[in-house]
């Protein structure tokens, strides 16, 4: 079936460094990617999303690229902040599913100053 | 104001008692979801509404009834509540297609069952 995996959390990284959280999934149709976030005590907010391979989602300075091949939508960030501390969510949607989207266990990212 | 609002944030009730959780959203959109979070943060959809009609029923068990008086709400009735049950349930609102506009989320509403 179809599936979305992410790197396990926690993440703790200083304030202005580099984050990488990897999600990979597996589709039997085309899917739509995205990343949610989700602050806590907060419902999830969409963070960024890709329709098709080789698009970029870009907001707040996070990015990911839909990688078809590697079937990846890794997330990045060149330089974190201790306001980006949250849980991050990888998910999918296919058309033909009725909209449902499909999550990863989510990746708690903790930035310290 | 709130885009798609939830009604209570928490709710702490005993095992057995028969609960509604509400959610209605103002964008105008089609499709309603609701979504389970378990203790470990896992999300999973439970069900969601297209105008009113019910679109996907993902074995939930029979204990769970949404009811979609229009477009615009989408309420969660529990019966006989277990512990198992307790969770934060996020309702979820999208335009068809949901997947190019992305979907907008409650806030959620904390369920515990003593």
């Known amino acids: 079936g179809d599936s979305v995996t992410q790197m396990e959390g926690p993440v703790t990284l200083s304030e202005e460094a580099f984050l990488t959280i990897n999600c990979t999934y597996t589709?039997?149709?085309?899917?739509?990617l995205f990343w949610y976030v989700q602050y806590p005590g907060e419902g999830l907010q969409l963070l960024l999303k890709?329709?098709?391979?080789?698009d970029k989602g870009s907001n707040k300075g996070f990015e990911a690229t839909y990688r078809k091949e590697t079937t990846s939508f890794h997330l990045e960030k060149g330089s974190v902040q201790v306001s980006d501390s949250a849980v991050y969510f990888c998910?999918?949607?296919?058309?033909?599913?009725?909209?449902?989207?499909?999550f990863g266990q989510g990746t708690e990212l903790s930035v310290k100053p | 104001d709130t885009a798609v609002s939830q009604t209570p944030k928490y709710l702490v009730t005993q095992m057995g008692n028969d609960k509604s959780i509400k959610c209605e959203q103002n964008?105008?959109?089609?499709?309603m979801y609701w979504y389970k979070q378990d203790s470990k943060k896992f999300l999973k959809i439970m069900f969601s509404?297209?105008?009113?009609?019910?679109?996907i029923n993902e074995t939930v068990p029979n204990r769970f009834s949404p009811k979609s008086p229009d477009k615009a709400h989408l309420n969660l009735h529990i019966n006989s509540l277990e512990l198992g049950d307790s969770a934060v349930y996020f309702c979820?609102?999208?335009?068809?297609?949901?997947?190019?506009?992305?979907?907008?989320f409650g806030s959620g509403t904390r369920l515990t069952v003593v």
């Open positions: 979820a609102s999208s335009q068809v297609p949901g997947l190019t506009y992305g979907y907008t």
């Open positions: 589709a039997t149709g085309y899917p739509s």
């Open positions: 890709a329709t098709k391979a080789d």
């Open positions: 998910a999918l949607s296919i058309d033909n599913q009725g909209g449902k989207l499909i």
């Open positions: 964008l105008g959109h089609d499709t």
């Open positions: 509404y297209n105008n009113k009609e019910l679109i």
